[in-house]
Nanobody, 127 residues
Framework: QVQLVESGGASVQAGGSLRLSCAASGDTISVGYMGWFRQAPGKEREGVAD???????RSADSVKGRFTISKDNAKKTLYLQMNSLKPEDTALYYC?????????????????????WGQGTQVTVSS
């Protein structure tokens, strides 16, 4: 059983920055396929960024150039650095894991590729 615990969500003004963290149990961070998703009220869950087992990372077009996913294997923690935040970034942010790992990107960041989810951390951006 993989446990994921997010933290770092807050209320910020537009243009500000936040760093979300996701602490994972076992060796999930070092060998697993990890991702960040978000869901705003009334909207579908959206893939924000993902990182392969080999450390290659990508972000969705909606956040490209502003959000960066990374991981620290020693600290067993996944991060999402969010810069130049906009009101439309307001959502509940989740980290997700596939402990079996992945070494090649799929065409899109898809929630169906992940088996474990955290409880979410709220990000609110005001204009």
């Amino acid at each position: 059983q993989v446990q994921l615990v997010e933290s770092g969500g807050a209320s910020v003004q537009a243009g500000g920055s936040l760093r979300l963290s996701c602490a994972a149990s076992g060796d999930t961070i070092s060998v697993g396929y990890m991702g960040w998703f978000r869901q705003a009220p009334g909207k579908e869950r959206e893939g924000v960024a993902d990182i392969l087992s080999n450390g290659r990372a990508r972000s969705a077009d909606s956040v490209k150039g502003r959000f960066t996913i990374s991981k620290d294997n020693a600290k067993k923690t996944l991060y999402l650095q969010m810069n130049s935040l906009k009101p439309e970034d307001t959502a509940l942010y989740y980290c997700a894991a596939d402990p079996d790992g992945r070494w090649m990107f799929t065409p899109r960041i898809d929630a169906r590729d992940f088996d474990y989810w955290g409880q979410g951390t709220q990000v609110t951006v005001s204009s």
